[in-house]
Nanobody, 115 residues
Framework: QVPVVESGGGLVQVGGSLRLSCGGS????????IEWYRQTPGNERELVAS???????SYADSVKGRFTISRSDDSQTVDLQMSSLKPDDTGVYYC?????????WGRGTQVTVTS
């Protein structure tokens, strides 16, 4: 299983943008289906966006038109470009990498959207 590392979180104002990255330390992330989840205190993790090994993407209704998931040109990361951010987008964002039924989770990166 690939060790997964998220990066790119931070503090942003309403309407702003952030780009999160999910990398597989020492492994080509291109071989993995990737899902981005977010979690707020007291709530379960919510699937936000996903990309298959064939780069087919899907999104939660709450982020459609605002978030874009994509593989980087060098195939070393899967990025989540977040735009028009809202306070409800605040949370810890986790990356999950899956290949042949085996999954790995990262430790998460905090995104805070302030008004």
């Amino acid at each position: 299983q690939v060790p997964v590392v998220e990066s790119g979180g931070g503090l942003v104002q309403v309407g702003g943008s952030l780009r999160l990255s999910c990398g597989g330390s020492g492994s080509d992330i291109i071989y993995y289906a990737i899902e981005w989840y977010r979690q707020t205190p007291g709530n379960e993790r919510e699937l936000v966006a996903s990309i298959t090994r064939a780069s087919v993407t899907s999104y939660a209704d709450s982020v459609k038109g605002r978030f874009t998931i994509s593989r980087s040109d060098d195939s070393q990361t899967v990025d989540l470009q977040m735009s028009s951010l809202k306070p409800d987008d605040t949370g810890v964002y986790y990356c999950k990498a899956t290949n042949y039924g085996h999954s790995s989770w990262g430790r998460g990166t905090q995104v805070t959207v302030t008004s």
